[in-house]
């Protein structure tokens, strides 16, 4: 069922929203397709809206929502609408709050997925409910929409699941959910398991998982690490409480363990060390025209790059894309890798292409060397911090780029691969030094006084080329 008028209500409500990607841009809501009505009470449906912008771009998003026949003053911040609706007219009057702020609604969300038959699907009009594994889902527990989400929408399910909402809704499998799909039914521990996924024709829509609750983010882990060092002024970084090292040998493992399920699983290719090279030289090209401060380290970069064509094809397989300490969980179980959606940026196709993991590994290098120079940087806010300081920050970050780079490896050669050749060091210079590039132009837009930190990695990297 599909409305083709004005949608100002809609349109209002988008304005506002976190995960907008059109917000402070003019848009109208021009389309709204209703995907599915879920069994409840109370009734909660699944709506697609097209967006459209003044230059004649559209983009699709998702609006999972909930329909009251009276005003719900508890979830008043979520309303989105009031009157007859016009994709069911028939209903009357009626008060319609997005879904994920309603824990009436999310209940019937749940229990949709507990009506699914574990390893098969159960469709309910144009959207199917798909379940993975034989978990016993929870359903006496209440739901806590996350906050702090940005591009989709989390709500937990008690201290049991999690599901997952893809706010922006694009054609074709999303990553997150087909890797962690393979990832489970590997029983690969590296993860979070998926339960199940919501899938509209080619379009996926939510993913049901495993919610790891008493998790520690990798990244908060790090910086506490860093703040350990630089209290003890007296100590190296193997001497402190803190010590970082044995946890990123620990997260170097992980991360092989799940290149060597996905490169198993999906297959394995290669291409051409010229054609990454040139890539990498397009991408620094375009950042030169606008950010000046890279314009010193051009040359070696160049040269970084250039290396790059005398090594050959090398292996490509299928990566998380978008790795970072930001991405990983560390449970008492061991670590966990999220969020296997790519690089936001890229277009879906782009993200679901085979890469090299050697992209992945430089990556978590380029997030141990943010972690301990974001600490510096507030070392230097509040006052001098001394002149031991960058030393000690050097130690940190080579001591942790070190144990992880030997825990991939030494897991990747468990698992019948070889050593790190010098040919991938350079592949690993090369893929630190692009993104580095990419930092400092992200870094000159958004945040002119970090830009020192990628330029000082390319300085780094530049001298040993």
Same mark, same amino acid.
């Given at each position: 069922?599909?409305?083709?008028?004005?949608?100002?209500?809609?349109?209002?409500?988008?304005?506002?929203?976190?995960?907008?990607?059109?917000?402070?841009?003019?848009?109208?809501?021009?389309?709204?397709?209703?995907?599915?009505?879920?069994?409840?009470?109370?009734?909660?449906?699944?709506?697609?809206?097209?967006?459209?912008?003044?230059?004649?771009?559209?983009?699709?998003?998702?609006?999972?929502?909930?329909?009251?026949?009276?005003?719900?003053?508890?979830?008043?911040?979520?309303?989105?609408?009031?009157?007859?609706?016009?994709?069911?007219?028939?209903?009357?009057?009626?008060?319609?709050?997005?879904?994920?702020?309603?824990?009436?609604?999310?209940?019937?969300?749940?229990?949709?997925?507990?009506?699914?038959?574990?390893?098969?699907?159960?469709?309910?009009?144009?959207?199917?409910?798909?379940?993975?594994?034989?978990?016993?889902?929870?359903?006496?527990?209440?739901?806590?929409?996350?906050?702090?989400?940005?591009?989709?929408?989390?709500?937990?399910?008690?201290?049991?699941?999690?599901?997952?909402?893809?706010?922006?809704?694009?054609?074709?499998?999303?990553?997150?959910?087909?890797?962690?799909?393979?990832?489970?039914?590997?029983?690969?521990?590296?993860?979070?398991?998926?339960?199940?996924?919501?899938?509209?024709?080619?379009?996926?829509?939510?993913?049901?998982?495993?919610?790891?609750?008493?998790?520690?983010?990798?990244?908060?882990?790090?910086?506490?690490?860093?703040?350990?060092?630089?209290?003890?002024?007296?100590?190296?970084?193997?001497? $402190?409480?803190?010590?970082?090292?044995?946890?990123? @040998? #620990?997260?170097? &493992? =992980?991360?092989?363990?799940?290149? /060597?399920?996905? *490169?198993?699983?999906?297959?394995?290719?290669?291409?051409?060390?010229?054609?990454?090279?040139?890539?990498?030289?397009?991408?620094?090209?375009?950042?030169?025209?606008?950010?000046?401060?890279?314009?010193?380290?051009?040359?070696?970069?160049?040269?970084?790059?250039?290396?790059?064509?005398?090594?050959?094809?090398?292996?490509?397989?299928?990566?998380?894309?978008?790795?970072?300490?930001?991405?990983?969980?560390?449970?008492?179980?061991?670590?966990?890798?999220?969020?296997?959606?790519?690089?936001?940026?890229?277009?879906?196709?782009?993200?679901?292409?085979?890469?090299?993991?050697?992209?992945?590994?430089?990556?978590?290098?380029?997030?141990?060397?943010?972690?301990?120079?974001?600490?510096?940087?507030?070392?230097?806010?509040?006052?001098?911090?001394?002149?031991? $300081?960058?030393?000690?920050?050097?130690?940190?970050? @080579? #001591?942790?780029? &070190? =144990?992880?780079?030997?825990?991939? /490896?030494?897991? *990747?050669?468990?698992?019948?691969?070889?050593?790190?050749?010098?040919?991938?060091?350079?592949?690993?210079?090369?893929?630190?030094?692009?993104?580095?590039?990419?930092?400092?132009?992200?870094?000159?837009?958004?945040?002119?006084?970090?830009?020192?930190?990628?330029?000082?990695?390319?300085?780094?990297?530049?001298?040993?080329?």
């Amino acid at each position: 069922m599909t409305s083709t008028s004005s949608h100002p209500q809609m349109t209002a409500y988008l304005a506002h929203a976190r995960w907008f990607a059109g917000k402070g841009r003019d848009h109208v809501v021009t389309d709204v397709t209703r995907v599915a009505t879920l069994p409840g009470p109370p009734t909660v449906t699944i709506d697609v809206v097209d967006v459209t912008y003044p230059d004649g771009s559209t983009e699709r998003y998702q609006m999972p929502l909930v329909h009251h026949v009276e005003e719900q003053h508890r979830i008043g911040h979520a309303l989105v609408g009031h009157g007859t609706d016009e994709l069911d007219p028939d209903a009357g009057e009626r008060w319609t709050y997005d879904a994920v702020h309603d824990r009436e609604a999310m209940a019937v969300y749940l229990q949709t997925f507990c009506s699914t038959p574990s390893g098969g699907e159960q469709a309910y009009g144009g959207a199917t409910f798909h379940r993975v594994g034989d978990h016993e889902l929870a359903t006496d527990v209440h739901s806590t929409l996350f906050s702090g989400e940005q591009s989709n929408s989390s709500v937990a399910f008690g201290d049991d699941s999690l599901l997952k909402v893809f706010r922006k809704v694009t054609s074709g499998r999303n990553p997150d959910i087909e890797i962690h799909e393979v990832l489970t039914e590997a029983e690969n521990p590296n993860v979070a398991a998926l339960y199940g996924w919501v899938q509209a024709g080619e379009d996926d829509l939510a993913m049901l998982q495993q919610f790891l609750r008493t998790a520690a983010d990798g990244w908060d882990l790090a910086l506490s690490s860093v703040r350990n060092l630089f209290s003890e002024a007296d100590l190296h970084a193997d001497e $402190v409480g803190g010590d970082f090292a044995g946890e990123s @040998e #620990r997260l170097g &493992a =992980a991360v092989a363990d799940v290149h /060597v399920v996905l *490169r198993e699983h999906f297959g394995h290719d290669t291409v051409d060390g010229a054609s990454l090279a040139e890539q990498m030289r397009v991408r620094l090209e375009a950042q030169l025209a606008g950010v000046p401060p890279l314009a010193p380290h051009a040359d070696a970069l160049r040269r970084v790059f250039a290396d790059l064509g005398d090594l050959g094809r090398q292996e490509v397989h299928r990566v998380h894309g978008d790795l970072h300490l930001g991405q990983t969980l560390r449970t008492a179980r061991g670590w966990k890798l999220v969020d296997f959606e790519g690089e936001p940026a890229k277009p879906l196709a782009e993200r679901r292409l085979p890469d090299s993991p050697w992209r992945d590994v430089a990556g978590m290098l380029r997030s141990f060397d943010y972690a301990v120079e974001s600490v510096v940087k507030d070392l230097h806010e509040v006052g001098d911090p001394g002149p031991q $300081v960058e030393y000690r920050a050097q130690e940190w970050r @080579e #001591r942790n780029r &070190a =144990a992880f780079l030997h825990g991939y /490896v030494e897991r *990747r050669v468990e698992a019948g691969g070889s050593a790190m050749t010098d040919a991938e060091r350079a592949l690993v210079d090369a893929y630190e030094a692009d993104k580095a590039v990419y930092e400092v132009g992200y870094e000159a837009r958004n945040r002119p006084t970090w830009v020192d930190i990628p330029l000082a990695a390319i300085s780094r990297i530049g001298d040993h080329a």
